[in-house]
């Protein structure tokens, strides 16, 4: 492709999570994408990524966004700002004629979504829900036993995710902590998994019931005899020593995108998880049927010793069984560090991971999955970046590319269960939005 027809991306959301599209686009894929610009609300944050770019680009304030779009020609915006903004971002540049890559969740709430939906409608143009654990290769592994019919009809599927004390705990140290911000865990993390889930039995929530509640960190969890008395952790004497308190000081990235980038806008990174205003959940327990019958049980758990998934599929010719530990406890020494960053390596991370085919009246058959990596999600990063960012690949049998809908879908999973949280009852999907107009 001649430099000059790459397609024109702009990124809104300098945070760290922003990182890994600017590498994609500036690197492995630079010879059909060119990054044009940046904007964020905090200046300081873009500017420490354009200090990593070999050309920097522009950067914009989050309010000159529109023009942004304009002056600087842009065909595809990146969105990765805290996730209440999102559906702001992707209607806004549909609106100006761009196509829109997300993160998730694809927003936070019912009005969000239904802006999204609305604005591909009117514009006919292009969103894509950056869903990563899709192009893991061991879930790439299920879709495929699953779409075979070697375990049969789907009667109904078992999911455990553990976060642990290290991982875990980063939801309750910023923005996340505020349901307003992130949806809770329900929507913000649990959404990778209801995305899984609905991928893999090519389906879609119908109702949904839940329990849960925050017990192990915030106030409430004080009483577990944890707590420290501090409100941020950086120069806090009470925090030496806690394995809970997150040191950005000590680590480059953290001190340059967080630490020194805080007198823009006073985004305090390093909050004590058990401060005062915490409004998530950290132990979550949800029932799902879907609309072809099968159902559901799962649980979330924020505050586990190890970090990892079970995920069962009982269906009527066999079972499947997925078993993942990525982390098989936290050292002291690593529990202030954030999962995957420089520093927060524990040495037990040496992951355990066995999908296993249980027919009916056999022996179990394990499956083999190559290609698995310890970096991004499994490996998953780097293969959904491909998908999203190079033109002109083949149709993917798996259907992993995931838009608007799939984004819709995964988001209703978790409001409904936020609504039944409310609620105490179990709450019809098509109560909060009918996808079938979106289909
Ligand atoms: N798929 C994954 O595995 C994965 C992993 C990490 C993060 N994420 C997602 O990426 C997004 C960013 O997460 P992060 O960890 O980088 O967070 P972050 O806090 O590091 O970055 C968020 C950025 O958004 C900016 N921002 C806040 N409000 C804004 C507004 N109104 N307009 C423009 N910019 C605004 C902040 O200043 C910050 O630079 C989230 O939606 C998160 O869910 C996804």
């Not at 549909?94 to 969740?105: M, N």
């Not at 290769?137 to 004390?165: C, Q, T, Y």
């Not at 950290?282 to 924020?302: C, E, I, K, N």
Request: with cysteine.
């Amino acid at each position: 492709m001649p430099l000059s027809s790459r397609r024109r991306y702009a990124l809104v959301g300098a945070g760290s999570r922003a990182g890994m599209f600017l590498r994609a686009i500036t690197g492995d894929h630079a010879d059909v994408a060119e990054l044009v610009a940046m904007a964020d609300t905090n200046q300081a944050r873009p500017a420490a990524h354009n200090r990593r770019l070999a050309e920097p680009v522009p950067v914009y304030d989050a309010a000159d966004f529109t023009e942004m779009l304009k002056r600087e020609r842009v065909d595809v915006v990146l969105v990765a700002t805290v996730d209440r903004y999102h559906d702001h971002y992707v209607a806004a540049a549909l609106d100006a004629g761009c196509d829109a890559i997300t993160e998730k969740p694809m927003t936070v709430d019912v009005a969000g979504c239904r802006r999204i939906l609305d604005a591909q409608r009117r514009t006919g143009r292009d969103v894509r829900v950056t869903f990563n654990y899709r192009y893991n290769p061991l879930h790439e592994a299920v879709k495929r036993v699953i779409s075979s019919g070697e375990i049969g009809e789907i009667g109904s599927v078992h999911f455990e995710w553990l976060l642990d004390v290290r991982h875990g705990a980063d939801y309750f140290r910023r923005w996340h902590r505020d349901k307003a911000n992130s949806g809770g865990l329900l929507v913000h993390k649990a959404g990778h998994h209801f995305d899984l889930v609905n991928w893999w039995l090519d389906d879609g929530p119908e109702q949904v019931f839940a329990a849960g509640r925050l017990f192990f960190y915030g106030e409430q969890g004080r009483r577990h005899g944890y707590a420290r008395d501090y409100d941020r952790a950086h120069g806090a004497a009470t925090a030496d020593g806690d394995p809970f308190a997150l040191r950005m000081a000590d680590e480059p990235t953290m001190r340059e995108l967080y630490l020194e980038a805080e007198g823009d806008d006073g985004y305090i990174r390093d909050r004590n998880v058990f401060a005062p205003g915490v409004t998530i959940e950290d132990d979550m327990a949800v029932l799902v049927r879907y609309t072809r019958g099968a159902s559901m049980s799962y649980h979330l758990t924020a505050y586990a010793p190890w970090e990892g998934y079970r995920v069962m599929f009982n269906g009527s010719r066999g079972r499947l069984e997925l078993e993942v530990v990525e982390s098989d406890h936290v050292s002291p020494g690593a529990a202030a560090g954030v999962k995957g960053e420089p520093g927060a390596e524990s040495a037990a991370e040496k992951g355990f991971k066995r999908l296993l085919v249980r027919p009916f009246w056999a022996p179990p058959r394990e499956v083999v999955v190559d290609g698995l990596s310890r970096h991004g999600h499994g490996g998953a990063d780097v293969r959904m970046l491909a998908d999203l960012i190079r033109p002109g690949a083949p149709k993917d049998p798996l259907g992993r590319t995931a838009g608007a809908v799939d984004g819709a879908r995964a988001l209703l999973t978790g409001l409904a269960a936020n609504e039944s949280l409310a609620q105490g009852q179990a709450v019809r999907v098509q109560d909060l939005l009918d996808l079938e107009d979106n289909e």
